[in-house]
């Protein structure tokens, strides 16, 4: 699951990537809104945490291109502003929640779970695949009753192939599901995981499948 984290202050930011990052959410954090602007002219996120007050432009342009795009990614507002109207305002314009700085990380956590959460139609926190049920919220997986137990990676990678089990994924795209943008994974590092989730799901009735030169699939037996 992927988060854009739009945050100028140094030390908030690194708190917030380092506290989400723990909890297996891979965040792509930029300090102002030109870079957020193109890292959702490239890529796809879940939510987007949005600080309204940035160096280049009001989070506000930012939150109005993104509704205007008609784009269904939640997005949580963070501002020092306390005024009721500055938060209606933030609201009216399409954000899903906001809070007010200072706050605790342990509630930003709980809130990025539950628009999350919501973003997703409230749809339930398994996916299954052939014998395969992964648990979104726990982050473990089963085949039929057995634990498969998975690496944080490893799981990111099955979440992936599961929830795109009819297309070929190429390792570009294996890569932008596994990691943020200020992190390089390497072609062979991807070939390494998939070498490692391939074994571990010998258990179960669904294996990946190799396209050579074009990537993976996931395929039932």
């Given at each position: 699951?992927?988060i854009?984290l739009?945050?100028d202050?140094?030390?908030?930011?690194q708190?917030?990537?380092?506290l989400?990052?723990k909890?297996k959410y891979?965040?792509?954090?930029?300090e102002n809104?030109d870079?957020?602007?193109?890292?959702?002219a490239?890529?796809?996120?879940e939510?987007?945490?949005?600080?309204?007050?940035?160096p280049d432009?009001d989070?506000i342009?930012?939150?109005k291109?993104?509704?205007n795009k008609?784009?269904?990614?939640?997005v949580?507002i963070?501002?020092?502003?306390?005024s009721l109207?500055?938060?209606?305002k933030g609201l009216?314009?399409?954000a899903d929640?906001?809070?007010?700085?200072?706050?605790?990380?342990?509630e930003l956590?709980?809130r990025?779970?539950?628009?999350?959460?919501?973003v997703?139609?409230?749809k339930?926190?398994l996916?299954?695949?052939?014998?395969?049920?992964l648990?979104?919220n726990?982050?473990?997986a089963f085949s039929?009753?057995?634990?498969?137990e998975?690496?944080?990676?490893e799981?990111?990678?099955?979440?992936?192939?599961?929830?795109?089990?009819d297309?070929l994924?190429?390792?570009?795209q294996i890569?932008?599901n596994l990691?943020?943008?200020?992190?390089?994974?390497?072609?062979?590092?991807?070939e390494q995981i998939?070498s490692?989730l391939?074994?571990?799901?010998i258990i179960?009735?669904v294996k990946?499948h190799?396209?050579r030169g074009l990537g993976?699939i996931?395929?039932t037996l």
């Amino acid at each position: 699951m992927r988060i854009l984290l739009v945050e100028d202050n140094i030390e908030l930011g690194q708190a917030c990537k380092t506290l989400l990052e723990k909890a297996k959410y891979a965040v792509d954090w930029v300090e102002n809104g030109d870079f957020a602007l193109a890292a959702l002219a490239t890529d796809s996120f879940e939510l987007i945490i949005l600080d309204l007050s940035l160096p280049d432009m009001d989070g506000i342009q930012i939150l109005k291109k993104v509704r205007n795009k008609r784009l269904e990614t939640a997005v949580l507002i963070l501002t020092a502003r306390g005024s009721l109207e500055d938060r209606i305002k933030g609201l009216d314009l399409g954000a899903d929640d906001y809070m007010t700085k200072p706050f605790d990380l342990e509630e930003l956590l709980a809130r990025t779970r539950m628009l999350i959460r919501r973003v997703n139609g409230k749809k339930s926190a398994l996916i299954e695949f052939g014998s395969l049920t992964l648990d979104l919220n726990k982050f473990t997986a089963f085949s039929d009753e057995n634990r498969i137990e998975l690496t944080a990676r490893e799981f990111a990678l099955l979440r992936v192939f599961c929830t795109k089990s009819d297309m070929l994924l190429s390792k570009e795209q294996i890569a932008q599901n596994l990691t943020s943008f200020d992190e390089d994974i390497s072609p062979n590092a991807i070939e390494q995981i998939v070498s490692r989730l391939r074994k571990k799901l010998i258990i179960s009735n669904v294996k990946i499948h190799s396209a050579r030169g074009l990537g993976y699939i996931l395929m039932t037996l």
